[in-house]
Structure formats: structure tokens, C-alpha cells
């Protein structure tokens, strides 16, 4: 083993007080880090952390309740989006409205609002920082009604669905 033995006074005094400024300075910046990231947290406190997007609409600093509205909005802009089902031969047409077709605006919101908001620290700091520096994309969320389509198609059906025919 390797021992360092420092004989001259003035050199063990200086680095002691370097190892004492170290130990302060990152104690000091943990402090800092922390308070700071403390006063990040209760200033977006019901709001989406910046940085977070859905479909590139940026949710950053909306509340929950506007982010439902803003995809409220979207889903009154395509309700008279027509869905055209043929086979050439045969069609049947839906509207997004007839189908309850649209974005699903709560779990859209639920899902922006929740970035960042789990009960593990370290991957709260790192989705935070991460949608901060580089902007974290979420997948939009849709919804529809499977009932509505089956009734619009069912007439469809019918008419493709043909028996087999012996050779």
C-alpha cells in the first residue's frame, strides 16, 4: 500500500482547506439544486411541466382542464370527417361524430399532467429535465365507439359476406 506522507505544515493545512472548500462547494450546490428544483415544482404545480407535447401542440403551463378543452376543440374540427368502408362494389360511409370518433381528451390530459409526478425522485428529475432540454412527444389517444361502428357496418357486412360456392 501506497502511503503519502506529507511532512511540510503549510501543505497539510492546504489541503486540508481544499478538501474543506470541496466538501462545501458540492453541499452548497446540492442546496441550490435542491431548493431550485423544490421552487420548480410548486410554481407548475397543477400545470404540465414545459416541454411536453401531444400531436406537436404544446402543452407546457396548461392546466388539465385547458388541455381537455384544447383537444375538445380538435375533436369539433374533424366530428365531419366522413370514413368511406367499400369494396368496390358496395360503401358505407361514417362521420367521426357518427362513430364518437375523436381524441380522447382526459387520458390525453391525465397523461401530460402525470409527466414528471411519480413517486420515484430520480425519474421525476430525469423526465423533467429531459422534456426541459430536448421536449418529450407523447402518442395522442383516440377513442371510439365500437357499437356505433358495428351498427353502420353490419348492413355492410351483409352484403360482402357472400357463401361459398362449390367448384
Known amino acids: 500500500m501506497i502511503t503519502l506522507h506529507i511532512k511540510n505544515k503549510k501543505l497539510k493545512k492546504a489541503v486540508k482547506m481544499i478538501f474543506w472548500f470541496c466538501v462545501g462547494a458540492l453541499l452548497g450546490l446540492f442546496l441550490f439544486v435542491s431548493f431550485?428544483?423544490?421552487?420548480f415544482q410548486k410554481i407548475n404545480s397543477n400545470l404540465v411541466?414545459?416541454?411536453?407535447?401531444v400531436d406537436e401542440i404544446d402543452l407546457s403551463g396548461?392546466?388539465?382542464?385547458?388541455?381537455?378543452?384544447?383537444?375538445?376543440?380538435?375533436?369539433d374540427q374533424i366530428a365531419n370527417v366522413q370514413f368511406i368502408f367499400s369494396d368496390n362494389i358496395n360503401a358505407a360511409t361514417a362521420s367521426a361524430k357518427d362513430l364518437a370518433f375523436g381524441y380522447n381528451q382526459n387520458l390525453i390530459a391525465k397523461q401530460a399532467i402525470s409527466i414528471g409526478r411519480s413517486?420515484?425522485?430520480?425519474?421525476?428529475?430525469?423526465?423533467?429535465?429531459?422534456?426541459y432540454i430536448n421536449s418529450l412527444s407523447l402518442a395522442a389517444s383516440y377513442h371510439y365507439s365500437e357499437k356505433k361502428l358495428q351498427e353502420i357496418l353490419s348492413q355492410?357486412?351483409?352484403?360482402?359476406?357472400?357463401?361459398?360456392?362449390?367448384?
Do not use: R, W
Open 62 to 75: 396548461k392546466t388539465e382542464q385547458k388541455i381537455q378543452e384544447v383537444f375538445s376543440q380538435k375533436n
Open 156 to 167: 355492410f357486412i351483409e352484403k360482402i359476406n357472400k357463401d361459398p360456392i362449390d367448384a
Open 119 to 131: 413517486d420515484n425522485f430520480l425519474s421525476n428529475i430525469s423526465l423533467v429535465t429531459q422534456a
Open 49 to 53: 411541466y414545459p416541454g411536453i407535447t
Open 36 to 39: 431550485a428544483y423544490l421552487i
